[in-house]
């Protein structure tokens, strides 16, 4: 699918050399443990120089969650931290610009994710907010954000040992989303749209893995971890 469009139907299009390719796939073991994992790949088998370069953001997003979340650490802060690290990396690549925090405290940083870091899994369901959000992924300590792009965050509470969590960063063009802003002057301190304009038919990227939140940081699940470094990628699919 495109990987702009977050949970679209499936396409009868041909897979095109040059574009990418984003699965977001669950299971479910016997026990009704579930998982939740995406990649996205270049259906050439080769990523563009573009393209490495936003996934190695992506990247970074997601190997941050798996260095920093520990037990106590608020989920929401989490989040705000992967869009600080996207902010400064596409402010790298012209992208943005200005004042990194000042950027993600307006939000501008949504014009590329637009959801949340990722969302609570539990046994024989595929995220535990389907119980109420509210009295799930938050508490009267965290409460949901209603800012573009952060409401969208399933899960903003302190974490705790056990807690099984979705570390899935994006990066998304949506054409739509482009027009949308850039005719209305949004957040132009922060957005280069003359830049950005030149990836409106990109598409997107996620990463996704599953971790667990042990008593000194988190582990991402699996015997196995999916491929996703890039030139890993490149390798599984030669």
Request: aromatic share 8%; charged share 25%; net charge negative.
């Amino acid at each position: 699918m495109h990987g702009e469009i977050f949970h679209g139907d499936p396409s009868l299009k041909p897979l095109e050399p040059g574009r990418l390719l984003l699965v977001d796939a669950g299971a479910e073991t016997v026990n009704n443990y579930c998982s939740d994992n995406t990649r996205t790949m270049p259906i050439s088998g080769k990523f563009t120089q573009k393209q490495r370069d936003i996934y190695s953001i992506v990247e970074a997003c997601h190997d941050l969650v798996i260095e920093k979340a520990r037990p106590d650490m608020k989920w929401m802060d989490m989040h705000l931290d992967v869009c600080r690290l996207m902010t400064d990396r596409l402010k790298d690549l012209g992208l943005m610009k200005g004042n990194t925090d000042d950027a993600v405290a307006a939000g501008a940083h949504a014009m590329f994710l637009q959801h949340g870091l990722g969302h609570m899994m539990g046994m024989d369901v595929h995220d535990m907010e389907g119980l109420g959000q509210i009295y799930v992924g938050f508490d009267d300590e965290v409460r949901p954000s209603t800012q573009f792009g952060t409401n969208c965050l399933r899960c903003g509470r302190r974490l705790q040992p056990g807690f099984v969590m979705t570390d899935e960063p994006g990066i998304y063009f949506i054409p739509a989303l482009i027009d949308k802003w850039k005719a209305e002057k949004m957040h132009t301190d922060f957005l280069n749209y003359d830049a950005i304009e030149k990836y409106r038919d990109f598409g997107g990227i996620r990463l996704e893995d599953d971790i667990l939140i042990t008593p000194t940081g988190c582990r991402v699940l699996g015997a196995d971890i999916i491929p996703y470094h890039p030139d890993d990628v490149e390798a599984f699919m030669s």
